[in-house]
């Protein structure tokens, strides 16, 4: 594999999610970075006084080097090598034979690179680990492969006669968890921050950067908590440094955990330093920064994927949202076709008669006035409806009047008396004797009730002439209004009764599939229901329930 690829998905074969892949020039800037910075790394970390081969509470340079392969590339493993020979020889003064030596890095060099290259290709994670997901094959792959390192290195050194062989296995214990402690804090921190973009991205206020000092002070305190008890009670009061530890990885995320972490470490080496402690008190030390490793990162890990996931929530959500407002585009438009089309024709027809009439205008005067007032009504009408659909698909919002229900019923049928008419199709309407007001928008009800009466009209076409019939029945049940709309058509299809009112579903060659959709809206706009059912004796029938005047109600009782 020549490098870190570029492409954040985890389609291709041989590319993982790593930052991109660094070229030649900047691959070979990284390394001379590289090498100077892990032999200061394994200075500073080296704590020889304390147990044998200077086994330390964390040890980071593996994760510098398992920093490197990942950012630049697995084929720069060679500077693994050459950094674990030079970090012998300045560091410890090469101790042994020059061949052993040599053994030592290559147990070093190995491993790690056999594990980068299991991390990218088989479990293709994003070397960010920024999910749950990455963190836990991370640990997968790089817990064993530390035991590992430390039974080889430690067990190189037993045959070499530098380690006592009774204590090959408590020294390969505390080698593999200054590793795995040195892994843990360095490789996470130097993915999340190492990249200029993510300092470029950061933006921090006044208030942030005042939250942030305060994290500092409270880890500081914790460090000093946990060391000023630490000869009477042995670390006990560990558990302290989660407090701040949690603070952070709560606000920040795994790239503040990061950051954290590496805080605390540092104190905490700088502490054991500084100060004097004996075998068991620093195997106790190392396996409590473990434990504090572990649960930051899985914490931030957490957080930092909700987090992600509520971003592409917001961005889904954002795009859901222009696609609604595009489809309400679309249903307000294809209902202004829709209602537009009955006064636009009328109005054609009523303009093509004022033609007619205007050629002998001393005879057809009066005619021709009353035509012309019609035009004109139909003229307004259309423009009405326009304006009242833009206002209800912009905001629902609605104009309701007082009205009483048979004038809004009589003026639907009168507006369509003349189609009716001529397909030979007669309207009845019925209704109890007492006045029944409704306080609803009158255009938008009409609108609906218009809609019912041209579909009833267009289930008649194929009707034998005798049998063409529609009745519109008015009555007063349970404190509503009831407007049926009955036809001796064909009926409703058992199968189509589902998806009525759906937009778009239609049974006409012609048609649109909005009138029913957009009737169910503007009754339920006003505070009513639509609803469909088979016509006893054949045919459908339709019924538009509303409620009731509030004066009008009271006084039916």
């Avoid at 206002?391 to 009168?414: C, H, K, M, W």
Wanted: glycine share 8%; net charge positive.
């Amino acid at each position: 594999m020549a490098g870190t690829p570029q492409n954040p998905t985890r389609t291709m074969p041989t590319r993982s999610a790593a930052a991109p892949t660094r070229g030649g020039a900047m691959g070979a800037a990284m390394v001379a970075l590289y090498l100077p910075a892990y032999v200061f790394l394994d200075w500073v970390s080296y704590v020889h006084p304390v147990l044998p081969l200077g086994i330390t509470p964390w040890n980071p340079p593996p994760g510098l080097s398992i920093f490197l392969l990942l950012r630049a590339g697995v084929r720069y493993w060679p500077a693994l090598f050459v950094a674990a020979v030079a970090a012998d020889v300045v560091v410890r003064g090469a101790p042994g034979q020059f061949p052993a030596l040599l053994a030592a890095a290559g147990i070093i060099t190995a491993p790690y690179t056999l594990a980068t290259l299991i991390l990218l290709r088989a479990a293709r994670i994003r070397p960010s680990l920024d999910t749950a997901r990455d963190l836990g094959l991370f640990l997968v792959v790089i817990v064993p492969t530390t035991l590992a390192v430390a039974a080889l290195y430690v067990g190189l050194h037993t045959l070499a006669g530098m380690v006592p062989a009774r204590d090959f296995a408590a020294n390969a214990f505390r080698y593999w968890v200054g590793d795995l402690n040195g892994i843990l804090v360095l490789v996470p921190a130097l993915m999340a921050h190492a990249a200029p973009a993510s300092w470029r991205r950061a933006a921090f206020s006044r208030r942030m950067l005042l939250e942030c000092a305060a994290q500092l002070l409270g880890i500081a305190v914790a460090l000093w908590a946990v060391f000023a008890a630490v000869e009477n009670y042995e670390f006990k009061f560990f558990s302290l440094l989660f407090l701040p530890l949690v603070w952070v990885a709560a606000r920040w995320g795994l790239s503040g955990a990061t950051l954290a972490l590496a805080a605390i470490q540092l104190g905490l080496i700088l502490i054991v330093q500084t100060g004097s402690y004996h075998a068991a008190t620093f195997v106790q030390l190392q396996f409590l920064m473990l434990a504090l490793c572990v649960a930051g990162l899985v914490l931030g890990a957490v957080v930092t994927q909700r987090k992600q996931v509520e971003a592409s929530l917001r961005e889904k959500q954002a795009a859901l949202n222009r696609a609604l407002q595009f489809a309400a585009a679309g249903e307000m438009t294809s209902a202004m076709a829709h209602e537009l089309n009955q006064p636009i024709a009328a109005l054609s027809n009523y303009l093509g008669a004022c033609q007619l009439l205007a050629q002998a205008p001393g005879e057809n005067r009066a005619l021709l006035d009353r035509t012309m007032a019609k035009a004109a009504a139909e003229a307004r009408r259309a423009s009405e409806v326009v304006h009242r659909l833009r206002d209800f698909y912009r905001s629902g919002r609605t104009r309701p009047e007082s009205i009483p229900a048979q004038q809004l019923v009589d003026d639907a049928v009168n507006a369509l008396r003349g189609r009716t008419d001529r397909a030979g199709i007669r309207v009845h309407v019925r209704a109890e004797p007492q006045p029944m007001v409704i306080r609803a928008d009158p255009l938008q009800i009409e609108t609906a009730l218009q809609n019912l009466l041209v579909n009833a009209a267009d289930a008649l076409a194929a009707a034998p002439a005798g049998r063409r019939e529609i009745e519109v029945v008015l009555s007063v049940a349970d404190g509503e209004l009831w407007i049926a709309v009955e036809d001796t058509g064909p009926g409703l299809a058992p199968d189509a009764r589902e998806r009525l009112f759906e937009p778009f579903n239609t049974s006409k060659a012609e048609g649109m599939g909005m009138g029913l959709a957009i009737s169910r809206s503007l009754v339920q706009a006003n505070g009513g229901e639509l609803s469909a059912e088979p016509r006893a004796g054949g045919g459908a029938r339709f019924v538009l329930k509303l409620p009731l005047h509030p004066a009008a109600a009271e006084n039916r009782r």
